[in-house]
C-alpha cells in the first residue's frame, strides 16, 4: 500500500529556514521520482521542485529556485524539501506525490497529506 | 511557461446529471495532459492522466479526452462525492509542470 506522509509543518519568520520531510511506504525513493508541490490558502496549486528516481536530476520552479532544495535520505526512505529565506508568500500547504511513471515523468499518482507552512512575523 | 486555464470556473449541477469541464492550453501539450480531484481538507487524487486515461480505481463515470490544446473531462452521470474542485495539469514542457486554475462543481 503506497503511503507518503508528511511532517509537520509550522509558522516560521520571515527571512527563516524550515525542513520538510516526506516518509514513503509502499514503494521506495530510490525507484521512484517525488515532487514538491504546494498550494496557497484558498488558491490553486503550484509545482515547486522535483528529485528524479535517479536521485540526480533535480527540477525547481523559478520562484523557489536557490532557496529550496530537494534531496532524499535511501536510508529512511525519505525525501525532503529544504526551505531558506522564506517569504510571507511561500505561505502555502505543502503536499510531496509521487511521480506516476519514471519514463514518462511529470504527473503525480499519490500524494502525501499536506503540510502547513506559515511564514509571519 | 505553459498557462493552463479552466472554464467554467463554477459549474452548478444536480446528482445524476452530467458534467462537462473544460480546460485550454496556451500551446499543443500534445495529450499530456492529467486531471485531478480535490476535496476540501484533502490532498488531491489523480482521476485521469495522458488525456484520455482513467488512473487505478478510477469510476468509469470519468472520462477525460482532447489533445494539443483542448481537453475536456467529462463526468457521465454525477454521484454526490463528485462535487468537488477539479484542476487541469500539464507535463508536456515544464519546469515548471503547471496547473489550471480548476473548475469548482457544485451541488444545484
Known amino acids: 500500500q503506497v503511503q507518503l506522509v508528511q511532517s509537520a509543518g509550522g509558522v516560521v519568520q520571515p527571512g527563516g529556514s524550515l525542513r520538510l520531510s516526506c516518509a514513503v511506504s509502499?514503494?521506495?525513493?530510490?525507484?521512484?521520482?517525488i515532487h514538491w508541490i504546494r498550494q496557497l490558502p484558498g488558491k490553486g496549486l503550484e509545482w515547486v521542485a522535483f528529485?528524479?528516481?535517479?536521485?540526480?536530476?533535480?527540477e525547481y520552479a523559478d520562484s523557489v529556485q536557490g532557496r529550496f532544495t530537494i534531496s532524499r535520505d535511501n536510508s529512511r526512505n525519505t525525501v525532503y524539501l529544504q526551505m531558506h529565506s522564506l517569504t510571507v508568500e511561500d505561505t502555502a500547504v505543502y503536499y510531496c506525490?509521487?511521480?506516476?511513471?519514471?519514463?514518462?515523468?511529470?504527473?503525480?499518482?499519490?500524494w502525501g497529506q499536506g503540510t502547513l507552512v506559515t511564514v509571519s512575523s | 511557461e505553459i498557462v493552463l486555464t479552466q472554464s467554467p470556473a463554477t459549474l452548478s449541477l444536480s446528482p445524476g446529471e452530467r458534467a462537462t469541464l473544460s480546460c485550454r492550453a496556451s500551446?499543443?501539450?500534445?495529450?499530456?495532459l492529467a486531471w485531478y480531484q480535490q476535496k476540501p481538507g484533502q490532498a488531491p487524487r489523480l482521476l485521469v492522466y495522458?488525456?484520455?486515461n482513467r488512473a487505478t480505481g478510477i469510476p468509469a463515470r470519468f472520462n477525460g479526452s482532447g489533445s494539443g490544446t483542448d481537453f475536456t473531462l467529462t463526468i457521465s452521470s454525477l454521484e454526490p462525492e463528485d462535487f468537488a474542485l477539479y484542476y487541469c495539469?500539464?507535463?508536456?514542457?515544464?519546469?515548471?509542470?503547471?496547473f489550471g486554475p480548476g473548475t469548482r462543481l457544485d451541488i444545484k
Open positions: 500551446q499543443s501539450v500534445r495529450s499530456f
Open positions: 495522458d488525456a484520455s
Open positions: 495539469q500539464q507535463r508536456n514542457l515544464w519546469p515548471p509542470l503547471t
Open positions: 509502499g514503494f521506495t525513493v530510490s525507484d521512484s521520482g
Open positions: 506525490a509521487k511521480d506516476r511513471d519514471n519514463w514518462n515523468d511529470g504527473d503525480f499518482d499519490y
Open positions: 528529485l528524479r528516481y535517479d536521485g540526480i536530476n533535480k
